[in-house]
């Protein structure tokens, strides 16, 4: 029961680690051995998944929750929940951000042509003014 109660604390300990100020403190099921002390069997350590003010910080965000989800040396399938639900906000961050890279892309192409068409009606009307001149 000692080994097991040494892991269960590493374990939570490399989520802690890993999770920086995302992490809450370890909580521990525990049991009473046979020399009548207690050891953890079991233990979670809570994690928040903020989004953050910009997809950028977002996508860091779940990155770094999926770090902490994933830091322990065998993970279990709620730490592998965990590091999908991550990876989920991640991918959304990063459309959103591929969306705005796009509108801004966009706008800047929708400028440049009205740059040149703008030019180019400018450059019909001096032709046109310089034929009238020149009829004149």
Known sequence: ???????????????????????????????????????????????????????????????????????????????HAVAASARVMEMKAQQQLAKEQHKQVLGKDVYAKEVKNASSSGEKNKDFLDEINIST
């Open 1 to 79: 029961m000692q080994s097991r109660d040494s892991e269960v604390k590493t374990h939570e300990a490399a989520h802690q680690s890993a999770g920086g100020g995302m992490t809450g403190a370890a909580s521990y099921t525990y049991q009473q051995g046979p020399d009548g002390k207690m050891y953890a069997i079991g233990g979670e350590v809570s994690i928040n998944m903020p989004s953050g003010s910009s997809p950028q910080e977002t996508i860091a965000n779940a990155r770094q929750v999926a770090a902490s989800a994933m830091a322990a040396g065998s993970p279990s399938p709620q730490d």
